[in-house]
């Protein structure tokens, strides 16, 4: 799955929400070490320097090297297509959907240097590698799926306002008509969730 450390509160949101399609089959693998793509290579130009009794050609920096690093690496299954959604699926035939995607928050700000950089970069992938970058903000994505159980409850124990009016994975299940056994597994590893969660709370209060 990666060690990277999520920088944002939206990577782990993500990353939450793909541990249950995991569970559920619509994700069969995920990682968050992706590598890094080669956009451009470093660049140098030629400097004539003269010496006591000669002169020689040197290679001198002119430009760095750009680089793109994708948050996550995503194989989606085919119960992907019973899910309306605005993913952009590059590889149709093969038996797994491989996307990469990049997280964004919902209100980013002007300061915010990706609001520029992310577009361009997005463009020079697909244009050197036939690769399209999927942008993913989750509070717009989980309305497309289901909020993550487990993010759905704040440190006093009760339900965030932010996720109410969200899908709930267990419904998302049945109107999926799935089976039986994996509804009932999936539901068994939310409740345990929930239930740690709980507990670690108790234990920082009477701290």
């Not at 944002?8 to 993500?14: D, K, N």
Request: hydrophobic share 35%; proline share 4%; charged share 30%.
């Amino acid at each position: 799955m990666g060690t990277r450390e999520l920088s944002s509160p939206e990577e782990f949101w993500f990353e939450e929400w793909l541990k249950e399609a995991k569970n559920i089959g619509l994700v069969s693998d995920y990682s968050r070490d992706v590598e890094s793509l080669v956009l451009s290579e470093k660049t140098t130009y030629p400097v004539e320097v003269k010496l006591k009794t000669k002169t020689k050609i040197v290679e001198k920096h002119l430009l760095h090297p750009h680089t793109y690093k994708p948050d996550f690496f995503v194989k989606f299954t085919k119960l992907l297509d019973k899910f309306h959604h605005k993913l952009i699926l590059s590889n149709r035939r093969s038996s797994d959907y491989l996307l990469l995607i990049d997280i964004k928050g919902m209100f980013t700000g002007r300061r915010n240097s990706s609001n520029y950089t992310f577009p361009l970069n997005q463009k020079w992938v697909y244009d050197k590698y036939g690769i399209y970058i999927n942008k993913i903000v989750p509070v717009k994505f989980f309305k497309f799926f289901w909020c993550p159980e487990s993010i759905r409850i704040g440190k006093r124990g009760k339900e965030l306002k932010t996720w109410l009016d969200y899908p709930r994975l267990g419904d998302i299940l049945v109107k999926l008509n799935l089976q039986r056994d994996v509804i009932l597994k999936n539901l068994e590893i939310i409740e345990d969730r929930i239930i740690l969660k709980g507990k670690l709370l108790d234990k920082k209060q009477k701290e």
